[in-house]
């Protein structure tokens, strides 16, 4: 199996972040860390190529700093990278990564890269999308599943398809049956998470690591179809009374709270 | 006048009730913008929920139909509606956020070379321009988005940004038009089976009075018990972000957000729970909210009635006691 992952990097869960002076985005002096569901779309791939054989691509598209998203992924065991480098590709639309990604994997020097499967995480932690691994399926001509928690490859059927676990709302889930290729976007927690080991680090470096320009994908990309206007920090909707103090005060001052204000105790 | 449509959602025939929020916000859009709204439901043998919502004050339902449509599956979804729209324009579609329109939505959108804003929790109306909010960054910040292009303009509303008794009843029962649309074989490549439940539900936390809850900041496994002891010094339930659960620390029964339970006690205590909207729309019907974090930016904060910025393990323990003393 030859398979895709898509992968981001996003800022640290617990940065504070700041916006610019426009109040377009943040301000991007943060640390930064892969795309928590990525990172499970990375594992399971390296524990399908594991199963049945292959190999395991890894691309991401934003500016140099992005690179130690792929760098990482080198050392748990992915084969070669891809890097759509430079600014200009951090504020496109779903629509238009996605349109970016696909010129960058079908026009590989001329050829196209004919992936069995392509992973995204099934939403990113800083746009929060969702769209961008369904959106690959489309301009592709691919089918998609999205929220997969398991992938089996269908041997008893023979077709070379695959049977995934989807996850619904509140606690449900169906299995669906799929032909390859296929895209699929995948949930955290599918699997468990390995670390890269020391050999893995050392490999890494010597790994292809392909840099695909904005020029080399321009054709594609178009003007953004939704923009953000602005940010702002959201409008409290409660009044919140915080309680501050030594811990055992705070204790206290909460405590009160829930009998004579909240009459919970 | 352009058009404003409401695609309500429905599985194996019943309408998802969250539709109704969906329904009053296109009503409040119509009414801002002075647009024509209208309603479809897509699916196999649906008549009986279009008429349903023809009760509404919308001007027109469209009831979309193919065998093909049940059970759901994206390819049919979206070219069932691709279709319809080509037929039918509209210059908005307003639908759920839920599992099964994020799952096909990118992909119409795409296909009608458009796009969607997803997960929108409410919109503006300015100078002719609709606005749409979002939030960003796990909910620390909150962006106002605007659509370039032609359209149709896709937007999909979170649980719980337009309220369902809002919705306003028509004065007479609006008209209903069946649409049948063919689909052809070969659109339709995912074959889905039935739905099922992992296991029984060995906790049922809608009817929990009192929740404890916690999140990453619980740090590790082992701690866990010192919120088991919150929980039971409160009399109250243990429950954990999806984080915790995907870790194995908890059971998923006891899993709040929007793969989880969706709650709505008395009193939700979250413990280093940062409040990513996959949470928050688990648990924001709760009536009183008290967190404990030590970022004072985490986004839980802004809906918490009580909030504590610090050390959950420097505060826990002390809380027990003040509330064992109380409880005498």
């Known amino acids: 199996m030859k398979i895709l992952v898509c992968m981001k990097q996003v800022p640290q869960k617990d940065a504070p972040l700041k916006l610019n002076d426009a109040g377009t985005w943040i301000r991007d002096d943060v640390s930064y860390e892969v795309n928590e569901p990525d990172a499970f779309a990375l594992e399971e791939a390296l524990r399908q190529k594991e199963k049945h054989k292959g190999e395991v691509v890894v691309v991401t598209a934003g500016p140099a700093r992005a690179m130690q998203v792929l760098r990482e992924a080198l050392a748990k065991g992915a084969d070669r990278a891809i890097h759509l480098e430079g600014d200009a590709f951090v504020g496109l639309d779903a629509y238009n990564t996605a349109r970016a990604i696909a010129a960058a994997i079908v026009i590989d020097q001329g050829k196209d890269e004919k992936f069995d499967l392509i992973f995204t995480g099934l939403q990113s932690d800083d746009y929060g999308y969702a769209q961008t691994g369904v959106i690959l399926a489309e301009i592709l001509g691919l089918p998609h599943a999205t929220i997969i928690m398991q992938i089996e490859k269908r041997i008893d059927q023979n077709d070379g398809g695959i049977r995934v676990k989807r996850e619904l709302e509140a606690g449900f889930f169906q299995f669906v049956d799929m032909p390859l290729p296929a895209v699929l976007t995948i949930q955290s927690g599918i699997n468990k998470l390995r670390y890269a080991t020391l050999i893995g680090i050392k490999q890494a470096k010597t790994k292809p690591m392909r840099k695909v320009t904005m020029a080399e994908v321009q054709s594609a990309v178009g003007g953004n179809l939704q923009k953000i206007e602005k940010l702002h920090v959201p409008q409290k909707s409660k009044n919140t009374e915080f309680l501050e103090g030594p811990p055992a005060e705070v204790a206290k001052k909460l405590v009160e709270k829930l009998k004579n204000e909240l009459r919970i105790i | ?328």
């Open chain 2, 1 to 328: 006048m352009d058009t404003i449509l409401v695609v309500v959602e429905q599985r194996e025939g019943k309408l998802n009730r969250v539709s109704w929020e969906t329904i009053a916000a296109g009503q409040a859009i119509a009414a801002q913008t002075g647009w024509t709204l209208e309603a479809a439901v897509v699916g196999s043998g649906v008549a009986a929920i279009a008429s349903e919502i023809a009760g509404k004050k919308v001007a027109k339902v469209y009831d979309v139909e193919s065998a093909r449509l049940e059970p759901y599956t994206p390819d049919a979804f979206a070219y069932a509606l691709r279709e319809f729209l080509g037929k039918h324009p509209a210059k908005l579609v307003l639908m759920p956020h839920t599992y099964q329109v994020r799952d096909f939505v990118p992909k119409l959108a795409t296909a009608m070379q458009t796009t969607a804003i997803t997960d929108a929790i409410g919109y503006r109306y300015e100078g002719g321009k609709l606005l749409f909010t979002r939030q960003m960054f796990q909910g620390k910040f909150v962006a106002d988005v605007s659509f370039a292009g032609s359209g149709p303009y896709f937007v999909t509303f979170q649980n719980g940004s337009f309220r369902a008794d809002k919705v306003e009843a028509g004065a007479t029962a609006a008209p209903v038009e069946t649409v049948t649309i063919d689909v052809p074989d070969s659109v339709v490549r995912n074959k889905p089976q039935e739905v099922f439940k992992e296991a029984k539900q060995a906790v049922d936390l809608t009817q929990a009075e009192i929740i404890v809850s916690v999140g990453r900041g619980i740090k590790e496994q082992k701690n866990i018990e010192l919120a088991k002891q919150l929980a039971d010094a409160l009399g109250g339930e243990l429950a954990a972000s999806r984080p915790i659960c995907d870790n194995g620390w908890l059971p998923m029964d006891r899993q709040i957000g929007s793969s989880g339970q969706t709650v709505a006690p008395k009193l939700y205590l979250a413990l280093g729970i940062s409040g990513a909207i996959q949470h928050i729309v688990g648990m924001k019907g709760a009536r009183s909210v008290v967190a404990i974090n030590k970022d004072s930016e985490a986004p839980i904060f802004e809906i918490a009635d009580y909030a504590v910025v610090g050390n959950l393990f420097d505060i826990v323990p002390p809380l027990i006691e003040e509330i064992k003393k109380a409880k005498g």
